[in-house]
């Protein structure tokens, strides 16, 4: 099972899902160029950009555990607490160019407002005359998607025990009108005692209606996204349907042959193949969840996520349980430390080489 790209279909551009990392003081901003630039450009406080700057000058880069088209996700410890976040560190003229930034501004502007348990925190932004950093929490158990090509097929426990955390960060979001769009195992991190931690917030928006632009992995597009008819919060609910048959299968629904052109055409026609592994309770909810028009889809009525909650898949689960945190974790990561970076792929250490960002690009990052 190789690793899926996201993608905004409407610009053609793929995007990976995570960043990188090193030691960011042997090529740092100098002291005097940051405030020459906050002069300029930034509506943020003079006082508050020096802050963010002493704080990323006070962060030892370690190293990188993820990186995308135009981005890093770097492991970092702060010298003074010697606590470990995960700093996402952009190239700004790669995001300009990639017809990015609003999408990387959403996505900061989303995560500056949301704290919930299974959702990655953001602690502060930053910018220089290269970068956009993110400082969020270091995830050490590694991706999801990880432990799912190990095992190639969960058992119905384990499923539910994912898929009832991520039911409660989708009613979170939704109640905040924030629509995810990019639900893949490669967004969903553990963390050291196997909980769920979703990341990535790059396509997510909020939105009182419908939006438009079509964007995500194929493999877990909705028939509205494929159609351009305009979308909502119900197309998590079809992606979360995806995510539990690729956990009890090994495989998504609509890709059987892993050609990721076949995808469109099998989910306009809604004809699945359902193996032997998927037991009648969960193929029925699957069902529901993966119903053709957005409008009747399990999640999209009145009750919202009431809806999902209350069917007979999670008759077991006790909701304020998942909440604290009580259930017991199928999977536990092997980490031997906070920092610990044994759980992500090895990357290369090429970040630092990237371009300075011209003087019109800065100006889109004032607020950053």
């Known amino acids: 099972m190789a690793s899926r790209s996201s993608v905004q279909i409407n610009s053609l551009h793929t995007s990976n899902r995570t960043t990188e990392s090193p030691t960011l003081n042997n090529h740092k901003t100098n002291e005097s160029d940051t405030v020459l630039v906050a002069k300029k450009f930034s509506c943020v406080s003079l006082v508050e950009r020096e802050e963010r700057q002493q704080a990323l000058d006070r962060l030892e880069i370690l190293k990188t555990v993820g990186t995308g088209s135009y981005g890093h996700v770097v492991v970092a410890r702060d010298r003074d607490t010697?606590?470990?976040?995960?700093?996402?560190?952009?190239t700004i003229n790669h995001v300009v160019q990639s017809r990015q930034t609003e999408h990387v501004k959403s996505e900061k502007e989303i995560l500056s407002v949301i704290k919930h348990p299974f959702i990655i925190r953001l602690y502060w932004t930053h910018h220089s005359e290269q970068f956009l950093y993110m400082l969020l929490d270091y995830v050490p158990g590694g991706e999801l998607f990880t432990y799912m090509r190990r095992k190639v097929i969960f058992d119905i426990k384990s499923s539910l025990f994912y898929i009832s955390e991520i039911t409660l960060a989708f009613e979170y979001l939704h109640s905040l009108q924030i629509v995810y769009r990019d639900l893949k195992p490669e967004n969903i991190l553990l963390d050291a005692e196997g909980h769920v931690k979703?990341?990535?917030?790059?396509?997510?928006k909020k939105i009182l209606n419908k939006t438009f632009t079509t964007c995500g992995t194929p493999d877990y597009l909705s028939p509205e996204l494929f159609k351009g008819t305009g979308h909502n919060k119900s197309t998590d609910w079809w992606s979360l349907g995806i995510l539990l048959f690729e956990m009890l299968s090994g495989a998504t629904p609509f890709n059987p042959n892993q050609n990721e052109s076949e995808i469109p055409s099998r989910v306009l026609a809604g004809r699945i193949t359902w193996p032997r592994t998927i037991d009648d309770q969960s193929k029925v909810f699957i069902k529901k969840l993966l119903v053709q028009n957005p409008d009747k889809?399990?999640?999209?009525?009145?009750?919202?996520?009431?809806?999902?909650?209350?069917?007979?898949?999670?008759?077991?689960?006790?909701?304020?349980?998942?909440?604290?945190?009580?259930?017991?974790?199928?999977?536990?990561?092997?980490?031997?430390?906070?920092?610990?970076t044994s759980c992500f792929d090895q990357y290369k250490e090429d970040w630092r080489s990237a371009p300075f960002a011209s003087d019109k690009e800065l100006e889109l990052f004032a607020d950053f």
Do not use: C
């Not at 010697?82 to 952009?90: C, D, G, V």
């Not at 979703?198 to 997510?204: E, K």
């Open 198 to 204: 979703i990341v990535d917030f790059g396509f997510a």
């Open 82 to 90: 010697s606590n470990y976040y995960a700093l996402k560190i952009f």
């Open 297 to 340: 889809r399990l999640g999209a009525g009145r009750n919202g996520s009431r809806e999902v909650k209350e069917q007979p898949f999670f008759a077991s689960i006790k909701w304020e349980d998942v909440y604290a945190r009580k259930l017991k974790p199928p999977i536990v990561p092997t980490v031997q430390h906070a920092g610990d």
